[in-house]
């Protein structure tokens, strides 16, 4: 277990859609990442924020956004949903307070499996 | 931009083997951590391995080690004494300076009896 928590682990919807997934980091995580993977692709990075502000995007759709909320869960909004969005939706936490460079790796959540239909 | 290459989108090895997984990078930085992730048929995410760029000796843990040659941008992963467990898709990631990571397209292994 990573500590890092997602909800729903499954989301089945129709095109046009709109849903909200949800993650919940790492006990003093303050940093959250969000990576799509389609069937038998690699992670595409999305979005990262670090303590409620965006840091970096990647490839996110416009269709598509994400916030984190004072509490440090994050949510990724994916609106006008499209049969080529269903994918599994990670999201990853790193960088407890204190932790200074010692873990620098990011702790993976069990993902969220979209599916449009 | 950085960018990790895995030049072998598929493996196999006997079990009780030793099998290595390619991965090279590019970047301009000096300074950056590199990581081997596994995911299983379970499709969680699981960290295998880290290395910090600065530090010229190679990362082991247990079974698994790395060769970080940080001239050739090139970071390996041996996996020694192969074990039906290992077989999985196993992702090389970058991170930058900036705290941005950066996933190679995968190896899938596969281990066999």
């Known amino acids: 277990d990573s500590g890092v928590t997602q909800t729903p682990k499954h989301l089945i919807t129709a095109t046009g859609q709109r849903v909200t997934l949800r993650c919940s980091p790492r006990?003093?995580?303050?940093?959250v990442y969000w990576y799509q993977q389609s069937l038998d692709q690699g992670l595409q990075f999305l979005i990262q924020?670090?303590?409620?502000?965006?840091?970096a995007k990647g490839n996110i759709l416009e269709r598509f956004s994400a916030q984190q909320f004072p509490d440090l869960h994050s949510e990724l909004n994916l609106s006008s949903l499209e049969l080529g969005d269903s994918a599994l939706y990670f999201c990853?936490?790193?960088?407890?307070?204190?932790?200074?460079?010692?873990?620098?790796?990011?702790?993976f959540g069990p993902g969220t499996r979209l599916t449009v239909l | 931009a950085q960018t990790v290459t895995q030049s072998q989108p598929e493996m196999s090895v006997q079990e009780a083997e030793t099998v290595t997984l390619s991965c090279t990078y590019d970047?301009?930085?000096?300074?950056?951590?590199l990581f081997w992730y596994k995911q299983p048929p379970s499709r969680q995410m699981i960290l295998v391995i880290r290395q910090e760029a600065y530090k010229q000796q190679n990362a082991t843990e247990n079974r698994f080690s790395v060769n970080f040659q940080k001239a050739a941008k090139s970071f390996s992963l041996k996996i020694s004494d192969s074990q039906l467990g290992d077989t999985a898709m196993y992702f090389c990631?970058?991170?930058?300076?900036?705290?941005?990571?950066?996933f190679g397209t995968g190896t899938s292994l596969t281990v066999i009896p």
């Open positions: 924020y670090y303590n409620g502000e965006e840091r």
């Open positions: 006990s003093g995580d303050l940093s």
């Open positions: 990853a936490s790193r960088g407890g307070r204190g932790s200074g460079g010692a873990n620098n790796e990011q702790f």
């Open positions: 970047t301009s930085e000096s300074n950056y951590y």
């Open positions: 990631a970058f991170m930058n300076t900036g705290n941005q990571f950066y």
